[in-house]
């Protein structure tokens, strides 16, 4: 008997050595086989990590010089005989003069400054000196004394905007030999700049403008921010909170906890779920068709925008919704309806407060994914040179306003270089915002989450 | 806590359809975007220097543009089409049957068309000709018609320096194509001798000897950008051999990159491009909608404003950024001033 077991094991175990400390061939074939799978799984996290880091460092590297900016400080003497002819401070009659009547004033205002600082610059004239500030300065200049009519005939101190080829200079993105072939900027400009400086005149600072000023022209990107296209992105996003979480909500507990099972119950599950994988442009030309066309709602407009991203997030947050409101035991349910609780009571007293967090989860993550979004808003006219701030709610959402993605877009397509700064810059902006929600998100989902 | 939330919805909605009947006070633009630059420069001085919102000026293209104009009258359509090239009948016919029918044709200026390559290369003296020989599907060897040998552009003329063939031209979509297509490509073929070839061949249909000019080849030589000059630009930056087709004010503000190249021996500038003597140019344009001028604040502000000589003169803003201020601008705002609706094509 013995000697039989002894030979049918001698038959099943494999002819080898015998010891388990010596690996046989299959053992090392199925660990080399791990290994490889391992390291095909390390490469593949590094390649996206990689990605990753050169994505991050290229955003940085051209964006986060747009934070800074370089200001000139002059003194201005607001000349009563340009700005106000007939001497009587009619407030009417100053402001006919226009942005151009205020350009001879900074002319003389550098030239003097110059003079004073003993600053002479072999082959410059008193306009290309000028021309280191930023044409956004008469604009400033203009609505200043509009504001503050009893200061003309008075010097007043400003500090201005230096003109994007000057502040492109302290960037490293113009040189000197650049300056050569380049148009818009000589060599005597940036070296008048270098004595402006060492005088103490021409300073780098924060750019606190870069977040509340609105875009501005090709000609002075130096002076655009992105004021309107954050306000115009927090309109939207509110309205899509709004309308998207009791809707989503609503929808999905009706869904999960009222609706029969039946063929169409199916059938509107499958759309929804359809609906979440529907490339986003598809949403931008429904907005145009219903909102715009035939609702009447104008053109550019968050409201339209907020709409449009709200039919976009839907999907997202019924599928989130759904799935957290499913997590929830049904003893929990049980419990409830056990002790006397209507089925509405039931759910709205247990069922969705421990749903909460993912439901909350999956708004934020819908939400991020609206705020991103460039392609639906294309169609619906808000891609545009918006300057304007919208005002506040709710007639600001029927303003025109632009919106964070789509300034990055505006502005990659501008032909001045200093543009591509500003775009990325404003990509910075964004990938903090996102960043930021999704980390609420994460927290939300840590803190509050219940495993059963 | 629902409940409250959906109170809330509510509240939002029902402020949503009882601000939709505010009437809108920004004027609204769209269109090409070659014109887009000078129109947000010019909105951006209306702006500062009228009490009326600054207007709304958006891209998209001179085609989209036309079409939004045509769409009707009324607040929810836009007031301003910006165009680089004119409006066609079908837009005319369109704005009619939608109940548009006054719209005032406003010239704003001219646009160059340059050749440019990185500024570290080998410089260019092009004639028409060259780039039809250089990128054309067909051209005429030893007589006969064959499709396009030639891979340097030494084989294209002995003065050029040996350098691949490779050519950024705009997509299909784009207004400066069209100027492209009919005042380089065209002006080339017939000016070697490929055009009478190609009538030979088609039984001397000029139109269609005209079009069959127009193909260009594809074997990789000639890239159609469908982006904006920035695009263009990125190419060239990638690829040193690159020669891109730009418009004049893109170029003039990347001088430090770009080498500009000559065209039948003429230097592209403002100056050149006024005096006509510069070949590769086009009129620029925007079209007002007359039945939104008294309906729309400012509007007939803005259109005075853009072409007073203060913004599109020689001396003004736009002519800096790169615009060729029309001879005829006087007529211009004389016509803007009386609101003179365009009459028939001609």
């Not at chain 1, 309806?337 to 421990?354: E, R």
């Not at chain 1, 609206?370 to 300057?387: N, S």
């Not at chain 2, 599907?137 to 007589?143: E, L, P, T, Y």
Request: with cysteine; glycine share 8%; net charge negative.
């Amino acid at each position: 008997m013995t000697d039989a077991t002894a030979t049918l094991s001698n038959n099943n175990v494999r002819q080898v050595g015998g010891s388990l400390l010596v690996l046989d061939e299959r053992t090392k074939k199925r660990n080399a086989a791990e290994a490889r799978f391992r390291r095909m799984g390390q490469i593949a996290v590094m390649i996206g990590v990689l990605a990753l880091i050169g994505l991050l460092a290229s955003i940085l590297s051209n964006g986060l010089s747009s934070f800074q900016q370089t200001y000139i400080a002059v003194d201005i003497h607001l000349d009563a005989a340009k700005l106000d002819k007939s001497g009587n401070r009619n407030p009417d009659e100053i402001a006919k003069v226009t942005t151009f009547g205020y350009m001879p004033l900074i002319q003389e205002a550098i030239k003097k400054k110059m003079a004073a600082e003993g600053i002479s610059i072999d082959g410059l004239n008193a306009k290309a000196a000028a021309e280191l500030i930023s044409k956004e300065a008469p604009a400033t200049l203009r609505n200043y004394v509009l504001s503050h009519i009893d200061a003309i005939g008075t010097t007043v101190p400003f500090k201005l905007l230096a003109s994007g080829r000057i502040d492109g200079y302290y960037k490293g993105r113009v040189t000197m030999a650049s300056a050569e072939l380049d148009k818009n900027v000589s060599p005597e400009q940036l070296k008048l700049a270098d004595e402006l400086k060492q005088a103490g005149i021409l300073t780098t600072a924060f750019n606190w403008d870069f977040f509340t000023a609105p875009d501005a022209s090709d000609t002075r990107p130096e002076a655009a921010g992105l004021g309107v296209a954050i306000l115009g992105s927090a309109y939207m996003m509110l309205i899509v909170l709004v309308l998207s979480l009791p809707i989503g909500v609503a929808a999905s507990i009706y869904l999960e906890e009222f609706a029969p099972q039946n063929r169409l119950t199916d059938l509107i599950e499958v759309n929804i779920a359809n609906l979440a994988a529907v490339p986003s442009i598809v949403f931008g030309i429904l907005g145009l068709a219903v909102f715009i066309n035939y609702a009447g709602l104008p053109q550019s407009a968050p409201i339209v925008g907020g709409l449009v991203l709200t039919l976009m997030t839907l999907p997202t947050i019924i599928i989130a919704t759904r799935a957290a409101l499913k997590a929830v035991p049904p003893s929990i349910r049980d419990a409830a309806l056990g002790v006397g609780a209507s089925k509405m009571q039931s759910i709205f007293h247990h069922v969705l407060p421990l749903a909460m967090p993912g439901i909350l989860t999956g708004t934020i993550i819908g939400l991020a994914q609206a705020l991103g979004e460039t392609a639906p808003l294309l169609l619906i006219g808000m891609v545009a040179f918006v300057r304007e701030y919208p005002a506040a709610p709710p007639e600001g959402f029927f303003d025109p306003a632009s919106a964070l993605p789509v300034q990055v877009y505006n502005w990659t397509q501008r032909g001045d270089p200093a543009f591509v700064e500003r775009a990325s810059g404003a990509i910075i902006v964004l990938l903090v915002f996102l960043v930021m929600m999704n980390l609420i998100a994460i927290i939300l989902r840590r803190r509050f989450e219940r495993r059963w | 806590m629902n409940a409250l939330k959906i109170t809330i919805a509510a509240l939002a909605a029902s402020a949503a359809f009882a601000g939709a009947a505010v009437a809108r006070d920004n004027i609204q633009i769209k269109g090409s975007s070659t014109v887009l630059p000078y129109a947000s420069i010019v909105a951006e001085a209306f702006g500062e220097n009228f009490d009326f919102p600054t207007p709304v000026v958006e891209g998209g293209g001179s085609g989209a543009g036309r079409k939004a104009l045509c769409e009707g009258v009324g607040e929810n359509t836009i007031d301003i089409a910006n165009s680089s090239s004119r409006i066609k009948q079908s837009d005319i016919d369109t704005c009619k049957a939608n109940g548009v029918n006054e719209i005032q044709e406003v010239r704003i200026g001219y646009d160059g068309i340059v050749f440019a390559s990185d500024i570290n290369g080998p410089s260019f003296a092009f004639t028409p000709a060259d780039w039809h020989k250089a990128l054309a599907a067909k051209v005429v060897v030893d007589g006969k018609l064959v499709d396009n040998p030639y891979k340097k552009w030494n084989e294209i003329n002995s003065d050029f320096a040996d350098q691949d063939i490779l050519a950024f031209v705009p997509g299909t979509k784009h207004g400066t194509r069209e100027v492209f297509d009919e005042k380089v490509i065209v002006a080339g073929c017939e000016e070697d001798g490929t055009l009478e070839a190609l009538k030979a061949e088609n039984n001397g249909d000029e139109k269609a000897a005209e079009k069959a000019c127009m193909q260009l080849r594809t074997d990789g030589v000639s890239v159609d950008i469908d982006g904006d000059y920035t695009e263009t630009l990125a190419r060239i930056d990638a690829n040193k051999n690159g020669i891109g087709v730009f418009g004049l004010s893109f170029y003039e503000n990347n001088t430090d990159k770009l080498q500009v190249a000559t065209m039948s021996g003429v230097t592209p500038s403002t100056e050149t491009i006024a005096s006509g003597e510069y070949p590769v140019s086009r009129p620029l344009y925007f079209y007002v909608k007359n039945a939104h001028l008294d309906v729309i604040p400012g509007l007939q502000e803005y259109v005075e404003f853009f072409v007073s000589d203060d913004m599109a003169g020689p001396n003004g803003p736009l002519a800096a950024y790169g615009l060729v201020s029309d001879p005829e601008l006087a007529k211009t705002q004389e016509a803007v001033k009386n609101r003179t609706p365009m009459g028939p094509l001609n």
